[in-house]
T-cell receptor
Framework: QKEVEQDPGPLSVPEGAIVSLNCTYSNSAFQYFMWYRQYSRKGPELLMYTYSSGNKEDGRFTAQVDKSSKYISLFIRDSQPSDSATYLCALRPAYSGAGSYQLTFGKGTKLSVIP | DAGVTQSPTHLIKTRGQQVTLRCSPISGHKSVSWYQQVLGQGPQFIFQYYEKEERGRGNFPDRFSARQFPNYSSELNVNALLLGDSALYLC???WGQGATDTQYFGPGTRLTVL
Protein backbone atom coordinates (compact mmCIF):
# COMPACT_ATOMS: atom_id res chain seq x y z
CA GLN A 1 0.00 0.00 0.00
CA LYS A 2 1.34 3.42 -0.94
CA GLU A 3 1.78 5.92 1.86
CA VAL A 4 -0.50 8.42 0.14
CA GLU A 5 -3.30 7.54 -2.25
CA GLN A 6 -4.87 10.13 -4.53
CA ASP A 7 -7.27 9.49 -7.40
CA PRO A 8 -5.48 10.81 -10.51
CA GLY A 9 -8.71 11.60 -12.32
CA PRO A 10 -9.03 13.26 -14.73
CA LEU A 11 -11.92 15.22 -13.24
CA SER A 12 -14.01 17.44 -15.49
CA VAL A 13 -16.64 19.81 -14.06
CA PRO A 14 -18.71 22.75 -15.39
CA GLU A 15 -17.82 26.28 -14.35
CA GLY A 16 -19.40 27.19 -11.01
CA ALA A 17 -19.46 23.63 -9.68
CA ILE A 18 -18.16 22.60 -6.27
CA VAL A 19 -15.08 20.40 -6.61
CA SER A 20 -14.00 17.82 -4.05
CA LEU A 21 -10.46 16.44 -4.14
CA ASN A 22 -9.30 13.76 -1.72
CA CYS A 23 -6.30 11.88 -0.40
CA THR A 24 -5.97 9.01 2.03
CA TYR A 25 -2.84 8.10 3.92
CA SER A 26 -1.66 5.15 5.95
CA ASN A 27 1.09 6.54 8.20
CA SER A 28 -0.23 8.18 11.36
CA ALA A 29 3.11 10.02 11.73
CA PHE A 30 1.88 12.49 9.10
CA GLN A 31 0.68 15.54 10.98
CA TYR A 32 1.10 18.39 8.48
CA PHE A 33 -1.05 18.53 5.38
CA MET A 34 -0.71 20.68 2.30
CA TRP A 35 -2.42 21.15 -1.02
CA TYR A 36 -0.40 22.34 -3.99
CA ARG A 37 -1.68 23.43 -7.39
CA GLN A 38 0.43 22.70 -10.45
CA TYR A 39 -0.28 24.18 -13.83
CA SER A 40 1.01 22.34 -16.87
CA ARG A 41 4.80 22.47 -17.14
CA LYS A 42 5.13 24.62 -14.01
CA GLY A 43 6.28 24.00 -10.45
CA PRO A 44 3.78 23.29 -7.64
CA GLU A 45 2.28 26.32 -5.88
CA LEU A 46 1.14 26.09 -2.25
CA LEU A 47 -2.62 26.60 -1.81
CA MET A 48 -3.43 25.45 1.71
CA TYR A 49 -1.48 24.30 4.78
CA THR A 50 -3.07 22.79 7.86
CA TYR A 51 -1.93 20.70 10.80
CA SER A 52 -5.06 20.00 12.77
CA SER A 53 -8.23 18.06 12.22
CA GLY A 54 -11.14 20.17 11.04
CA ASN A 55 -11.66 22.77 8.34
CA LYS A 56 -9.55 25.68 7.15
CA GLU A 57 -10.98 28.16 4.70
CA ASP A 58 -9.25 30.58 2.34
CA GLY A 59 -11.48 32.31 -0.14
CA ARG A 60 -13.05 29.73 -2.43
CA PHE A 61 -10.84 26.96 -1.01
CA THR A 62 -11.52 24.81 2.06
CA ALA A 63 -9.11 22.19 3.37
CA GLN A 64 -10.52 19.46 5.57
CA VAL A 65 -8.53 17.00 7.66
CA ASP A 66 -9.84 13.91 9.45
CA LYS A 67 -6.90 12.35 11.25
CA SER A 68 -8.99 9.54 12.73
CA SER A 69 -9.86 8.35 9.22
CA LYS A 70 -6.53 9.42 7.70
CA TYR A 71 -8.44 11.35 5.07
CA ILE A 72 -7.86 14.85 3.73
CA SER A 73 -9.93 16.88 1.30
CA LEU A 74 -9.80 20.11 -0.67
CA PHE A 75 -13.05 21.77 -1.71
CA ILE A 76 -13.21 24.44 -4.39
CA ARG A 77 -16.38 26.53 -4.49
CA ASP A 78 -17.59 28.38 -7.59
CA SER A 79 -14.92 26.71 -9.72
CA GLN A 80 -13.42 28.76 -12.55
CA PRO A 81 -11.67 27.75 -15.79
CA SER A 82 -8.48 29.22 -14.25
CA ASP A 83 -8.69 26.48 -11.59
CA SER A 84 -7.89 23.91 -14.29
CA ALA A 85 -4.66 22.33 -13.07
CA THR A 86 -3.30 19.29 -11.26
CA TYR A 87 -3.89 19.33 -7.50
CA LEU A 88 -1.36 17.55 -5.31
CA CYS A 89 -1.77 16.65 -1.67
CA ALA A 90 1.48 16.66 0.34
CA LEU A 91 2.08 15.34 3.83
CA ARG A 92 4.86 15.72 6.36
CA PRO A 93 5.53 14.03 9.71
CA ALA A 94 5.75 15.93 12.96
CA TYR A 95 8.84 14.22 14.34
CA SER A 96 12.37 15.59 13.90
CA GLY A 97 15.31 13.85 12.35
CA ALA A 98 15.80 11.53 9.42
CA GLY A 99 12.77 11.18 7.19
CA SER A 100 11.03 14.21 8.59
CA TYR A 101 12.18 16.89 6.20
CA GLN A 102 10.63 15.74 2.96
CA LEU A 103 7.14 16.11 1.67
CA THR A 104 5.35 12.94 0.60
CA PHE A 105 3.07 13.70 -2.32
CA GLY A 106 0.02 12.04 -3.77
CA LYS A 107 -0.05 11.28 -7.47
CA GLY A 108 -2.11 14.42 -8.18
CA THR A 109 -5.62 14.89 -9.56
CA LYS A 110 -5.97 16.60 -12.92
CA LEU A 111 -8.94 19.00 -12.88
CA SER A 112 -10.58 20.63 -15.88
CA VAL A 113 -13.24 23.32 -15.36
CA ILE A 114 -15.30 23.71 -18.50
CA PRO A 115 -16.71 27.21 -19.30
CA ASP B 1 11.10 39.32 -4.28
CA ALA B 2 12.18 36.75 -6.83
CA GLY B 3 10.98 33.23 -6.30
CA VAL B 4 13.01 30.06 -6.57
CA THR B 5 14.91 30.01 -9.84
CA GLN B 6 16.25 26.96 -11.66
CA SER B 7 18.49 26.50 -14.66
CA PRO B 8 18.45 25.32 -17.30
CA THR B 9 14.75 25.18 -18.19
CA HIS B 10 15.11 22.22 -20.51
CA LEU B 11 17.90 19.76 -21.12
CA ILE B 12 18.36 16.87 -23.51
CA LYS B 13 21.04 14.27 -22.79
CA THR B 14 21.89 10.78 -23.97
CA ARG B 15 22.22 7.65 -21.88
CA GLY B 16 25.45 7.45 -19.92
CA GLN B 17 26.04 11.19 -19.83
CA GLN B 18 26.20 13.35 -16.73
CA VAL B 19 24.05 16.39 -15.93
CA THR B 20 24.17 19.27 -13.44
CA LEU B 21 21.05 21.19 -12.49
CA ARG B 22 21.13 24.48 -10.58
CA CYS B 23 18.84 26.15 -8.08
CA SER B 24 18.79 29.56 -6.41
CA PRO B 25 16.53 29.76 -3.36
CA ILE B 26 14.37 32.67 -2.28
CA SER B 27 16.49 35.33 -0.60
CA GLY B 28 16.85 34.52 3.10
CA HIS B 29 15.97 30.85 2.72
CA LYS B 30 18.60 28.46 4.04
CA SER B 31 17.08 25.11 3.11
CA VAL B 32 16.91 23.61 -0.37
CA SER B 33 15.22 20.35 -1.33
CA TRP B 34 15.25 18.48 -4.63
CA TYR B 35 12.38 16.43 -6.02
CA GLN B 36 11.94 14.31 -9.15
CA GLN B 37 8.55 14.34 -10.87
CA VAL B 38 7.98 11.72 -13.52
CA LEU B 39 5.12 12.45 -15.92
CA GLY B 40 1.79 11.60 -14.35
CA GLN B 41 3.22 11.16 -10.84
CA GLY B 42 3.66 13.35 -7.79
CA PRO B 43 7.11 14.70 -6.90
CA GLN B 44 9.48 12.24 -5.19
CA PHE B 45 11.97 13.53 -2.63
CA ILE B 46 15.66 13.25 -3.57
CA PHE B 47 17.68 15.43 -1.16
CA GLN B 48 17.38 18.15 1.42
CA TYR B 49 20.18 20.53 2.39
CA TYR B 50 20.18 22.96 5.28
CA GLU B 51 23.08 25.27 6.09
CA LYS B 52 25.20 23.47 3.49
CA GLU B 53 24.76 20.05 5.10
CA GLU B 54 22.78 17.12 3.76
CA ARG B 55 19.85 16.59 6.13
CA GLY B 56 17.79 14.09 4.19
CA ARG B 57 18.11 11.67 1.31
CA GLY B 58 15.34 9.84 -0.52
CA ASN B 59 15.42 6.41 -2.08
CA PHE B 60 17.60 7.26 -5.08
CA PRO B 61 20.80 5.54 -6.27
CA ASP B 62 24.27 6.93 -5.64
CA ARG B 63 24.31 8.28 -9.19
CA PHE B 64 22.41 11.21 -7.70
CA SER B 65 24.38 13.71 -5.64
CA ALA B 66 23.94 17.30 -4.58
CA ARG B 67 25.60 20.10 -2.72
CA GLN B 68 24.74 23.50 -1.29
CA PHE B 69 26.99 26.50 -1.54
CA PRO B 70 27.75 29.26 1.00
CA ASN B 71 25.18 31.52 -0.70
CA TYR B 72 22.60 28.69 -0.20
CA SER B 73 22.26 27.95 -3.91
CA SER B 74 22.41 24.28 -4.81
CA GLU B 75 23.38 21.87 -7.56
CA LEU B 76 21.99 18.43 -8.30
CA ASN B 77 24.25 16.06 -10.24
CA VAL B 78 23.16 12.89 -11.94
CA ASN B 79 25.78 10.53 -13.40
CA ALA B 80 25.44 7.69 -15.90
CA LEU B 81 22.02 8.84 -17.05
CA LEU B 82 19.33 6.26 -17.73
CA LEU B 83 16.18 6.62 -19.81
CA GLY B 84 14.19 6.45 -16.56
CA ASP B 85 15.85 9.63 -15.30
CA SER B 86 13.73 11.62 -17.75
CA ALA B 87 11.59 13.83 -15.51
CA LEU B 88 10.88 17.30 -14.22
CA TYR B 89 13.41 18.11 -11.49
CA LEU B 90 12.04 20.50 -8.93
CA CYS B 91 13.89 22.56 -6.38
CA UNK B 92 12.10 23.88 -3.28
CA UNK B 93 13.40 26.35 -0.73
CA UNK B 94 12.29 27.15 2.80
CA TRP B 95 13.52 29.42 5.55
CA GLY B 96 14.38 26.54 7.87
CA GLN B 97 13.85 22.82 8.04
CA GLY B 98 11.03 22.70 10.55
CA ALA B 99 7.75 21.00 9.83
CA THR B 100 5.97 24.35 9.65
CA ASP B 101 8.46 25.88 7.22
CA THR B 102 6.66 26.20 3.90
CA GLN B 103 8.47 24.83 0.89
CA TYR B 104 8.28 27.05 -2.19
CA PHE B 105 8.92 25.36 -5.52
CA GLY B 106 10.74 26.60 -8.57
CA PRO B 107 9.51 26.05 -12.14
CA GLY B 108 11.68 22.97 -12.55
CA THR B 109 14.19 21.69 -15.09
CA ARG B 110 12.78 19.27 -17.63
CA LEU B 111 15.36 16.59 -18.39
CA THR B 112 14.96 14.30 -21.37
CA VAL B 113 17.32 11.33 -21.68
CA LEU B 114 17.51 9.74 -25.14
Amino acid sequence: QKEVEQDPGPLSVPEGAIVSLNCTYSNSAFQYFMWYRQYSRKGPELLMYTYSSGNKEDGRFTAQVDKSSKYISLFIRDSQPSDSATYLCALRPAYSGAGSYQLTFGKGTKLSVIP
Amino acid sequence: DAGVTQSPTHLIKTRGQQVTLRCSPISGHKSVSWYQQVLGQGPQFIFQYYEKEERGRGNFPDRFSARQFPNYSSELNVNALLLGDSALYLCASSWGQGATDTQYFGPGTRLTVL
